[in-house]
């Protein structure tokens, strides 16, 4: 199929201008004030609309193996199709966890059946339980660049040290979920008043502050790189912006719903709310937007966590932690960069060229057979494509999701901007929010 997208605000690297685009034989064959369409091409009016590189989530848990009744990699890849993702990196805390050769082939095998590009994020130790090293060439032989113990932050720095180590030479990097479990313990939300309010055990800022300090200063030994995960707080941030101006090779993200939620969503007692690291502060949540803004973050990422309902539907502190993202990732993206002050450069970048640089998706891997993402929208590239309305207004539905999951906090939500094409791998994926 030949697609010709028309008249959208082409959004480059460093510039933005209104343009068509052409899309034949998977590739952007061109960009140019005025396209021939090919015949039998598909015309999409993209007027009013940006047209960008293809989403990238760096933080997507797809749950299989082991928990498809919540999500599964083809369920995933839906929802992430209709929120504008052409990529996805699939976390490794599934059941079992993804910590070997096989189970990475798996995950990789049933992402190629899919419209998406599924890589792989291996896990640091076996079975995420913090003191064995998972056979790391071996995975990076397979195409694994990110490696990680989400869920549980790898707790002691030995173990860390000896990780950063390895992983230097083998050039992937490691992904950080920062929270000491010594005193996050068993907290189910952010520590302060208002847990004392709600008569809930807390998990103090200082869990994830501490562990991003260690992490910074094991950098600075060895070398390596280290990517942290979903940061949460001001200071957090403050600390690796402060790295970064050394030279340290560190990369960070943060959530949607770090963006946009803070402690008191959890005033209700509905599990939905519960995350980790926790919703925080007012102030922490205007801090993480005037980050985003300022360009101190590479990326966000949905930490889309998908459960099934009777998981969430019990009490707050007996809850699994975790909410969906994929499907409205976009347009909370939109909010906390300021809407109709949005600059779609930054919007695509913290999309999708920030986190295709910290997933090294931007060379062609034919061992994994994925395409390369985050680029320029210019001939030549591979057909990994956005199209994103920023004068749409929409109301958030659960019944709408594409997920298998239904625990989304967004549930009647107003929000502006919306995705209403996806074109991955050439293909005509998504069009007027419809999966085709």
């Known amino acids: 199929m030949s697609i010709v997208l028309r008249r959208g605000l082409v959004v480059g690297l460093s510039s933005t201008r209104v343009a068509d685009v052409l899309v034949r034989d998977g590739r952007i064959a061109e960009v140019a004030p005025r396209v021939e369409a090919p015949a039998g091409a598909r015309e999409i009016d993209a007027e009013g609309c940006w047209v960008g590189p293809g989403f990238v989530d760096l933080h997507t848990h797809l749950r299989e193996p082991g928990r498809e009744a919540a999500e599964t990699i083809e369920s995933g890849a839906r929802a992430g199709a209709v929120g504008g993702y052409c990529a996805l990196v699939a976390m490794p805390n599934t059941e079992p966890a993804l910590d070997n050769v096989a189970l990475v082939?798996?995950?990789?095998?049933?992402?190629?059946?899919?419209?998406?590009?599924?890589?792989?994020?291996?896990?640091?130790?076996?079975?995420?339980?913090?003191?064995?090293?998972?056979?790391m060439a071996e995975l990076a032989a397979l195409g694994v660049r990110l490696f990680t113990d989400d869920g549980t932050g790898v707790q002691d720095p030995a173990v860390m040290r000896r990780a950063l180590d390895y992983a230097r030479p083998l050039g992937v990097r490691l992904a950080q979920h920062c929270e000491d479990e010594s005193l996050a313990g068993a907290g189910?939300?952010?520590?302060?008043?208002?847990?004392?309010?709600?008569?809930?055990?807390?998990?103090?800022?200082?869990?994830?502050?501490?562990?991003?300090?260690?992490?910074?200063?094991?950098?600075?030994?060895?070398?390596?790189?280290?990517?942290?995960?979903?940061?949460?707080?001001a200071r957090s941030i403050a600390m690796?912006?402060?790295?970064?101006?050394?030279?340290l090779d560190v990369t960070c993200e943060v959530a949607p719903h770090h963006l946009t939620l803070d402690e008191e969503a959890c005033a209700g007692f509905d599990a939905l709310f519960k995350v980790h690291p926790p919703l925080r502060t007012a102030d922490d949540v205007v801090a993480l937007r005037r980050a985003l803004r300022d360009g101190e973050f590479d990326a966000v990422a949905t930490d889309h966590a998908p459960h099934s309902p009777e998981l969430k539907d019990c009490a707050f502190d007996e809850a699994p932690a975790g909410m969906l993202g994929l499907e409205h990732a976009a347009s909370l993206t939109y909010e906390a960069l300021g809407a109709a002050s949005c600059d779609p450069l930054r919007f695509f970048d913290v999309l999708s060229r920030g986190p295709a640089r910290v997933a090294q998706l931007r060379a062609e891997d034919q061992r994994v057979r994925l395409g390369a993402h985050g680029g320029d929208v210019r001939a030549g590239e591979d057909a990994n494509l956005t199209v994103f309305d920023p004068r749409a207004h929409w109301v958030a539905s659960r019944a709408a999701l594409q997920s298998r999951a239904r625990n989304t906090p967004y549930d009647g939500r107003p929000l502006s901007g919306r995705v209403t094409t996806t074109i991955a791998r050439g293909q005509l994926v998504v069009h007027e929010g419809q999966l085709q």
Do not use: C, K, W
């Open 105 to 135: 082939a798996y995950v990789l095998e049933r992402g190629a059946r899919t419209p998406l590009d599924v890589a792989v994020a291996g896990a640091i130790t076996m079975g995420r339980a913090g003191q064995h090293l998972t056979p």
């Open 240 to 247: 690796v912006e402060a790295a970064r101006r050394e030279g």
């Open 188 to 233: 189910s939300m952010n520590e302060g008043a208002v847990s004392g309010r709600l008569g809930l055990v807390g998990r103090p800022a200082l869990a994830e502050e501490l562990m991003v300090m260690r992490d910074i200063e094991l950098v600075r030994l060895t070398g390596a790189a280290v990517h942290f995960l979903h940061l949460s707080t």
